[in-house]
């Protein structure tokens, strides 16, 4: 049974909140990211959210093909702008805002296979594909695709019959995907608020790093590397590069400069 979704309402309760202020929800696309790519490329206001109850190019990572059944589960996208320092937490807030939304919406407890999938009992229900467009060394957009099973039996679809599940069957009962995706929403906003505000902290401390571009001499214990550093990596290691031009990541030491 399929279940329009009511989006005006969802935007009413988040109209304060970073994202889902803006739902465009279509009843069949290609694939939600395209006209969330679409809509990015022309601007749309950070949060806008892509929606549809069908798709008929779904895909998901590695250039696989998304399947689902019309009306019965969640396929959507979100625009946002963030900064290059925010990327490598996108994944991680975008697979925490789903886990924890399916957590309060159904009381099911599941898990994450890395990086992203979201399992019950060994069997994937849902999957999250990133995709960045970036210009001059900086991020113009990134959008974040959600496909989840919510009411639809993968039991029908040879392809994800054995690996796949989905929350009605596992729940033995038809849940409301409107209700997850406003939870899902919810959570992201927060999460994202939050990963702003980290890489805002960050980006501080890399733009005031003088030792970037130097040549240095790292010393620790006995141990001593020597090169040019070139960059920090997003756990804040120094990347050094040798005069042989390989690359070494260090986590510590001290650091003294070579002129
Ligand atoms: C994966 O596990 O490979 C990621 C799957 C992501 C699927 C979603 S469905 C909504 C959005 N539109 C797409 O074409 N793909 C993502």
Redesign the pocket.
């Known amino acids: 049974m399929s279940v329009q979704l009511s989006v005006e309402a969802i935007q009413s309760r988040l109209s304060s909140a970073s994202i889902g202020h803006r739902i465009l929800y279509l009843p069949s696309v290609n694939?939600?990211?395209d006209v969330a790519r679409r809509e990015a490329e022309q601007g749309a206001p950070e949060g806008t959210v892509v929606v549809a109850d069908e798709?008929t190019?779904?895909?998901?990572?590695?250039g696989?093909h998304?399947v689902?059944g019309s009306g019965q589960n969640l396929?959507?996208?979100v625009v946002l702008y963030p900064e290059q320092t925010a990327l490598a937490g996108l994944n991680i807030i975008a697979s925490v805002a789903a886990l924890t939304a399916i957590q309060r919406t159904t009381a099911l407890s599941p898990t994450l296979k890395w990086p992203?999938?979201i399992l019950i009992a060994g069997k994937?229900m849902s999957?999250?594909?990133i995709e960045t467009a970036v210009q001059d060394g900086g991020v113009r957009y990134a959008v974040l695709?959600?496909?989840i099973n919510v009411n639809f039996d993968p039991s029908q679809t040879p392809e994800i019959a054995e690996s796949g599940t989905s929350l009605s069957k596992e729940l033995g009962k038809q849940v409301s995907r409107e209700a997850l995706l406003e939870a899902i929403l919810e959570e992201l906003s927060t999460l994202y608020e939050r990963l702003k505000a980290w890489a805002t902290v960050r980006h501080r401390w890399e733009a005031s790093l003088e030792t970037l571009g130097s040549h240095v001499r790292v010393q620790w214990g006995d141990q001593v590397e020597e090169g040019v550093a070139e960059a920090v990596d997003p756990d804040g290691n120094l990347l050094l590069r040798r005069s042989d031009g390989t690359v070494v990541t260090l986590s510590g030491g001290d650091v003294a400069s070579q002129g």
Do not use: E, P, V
């Open positions: 694939s939600t990211m798709q190019a779904g895909r998901g990572r590695f696989r998304w689902s396929l959507f996208s992203n999938d994937k999957g999250i594909l695709g959600f496909g």
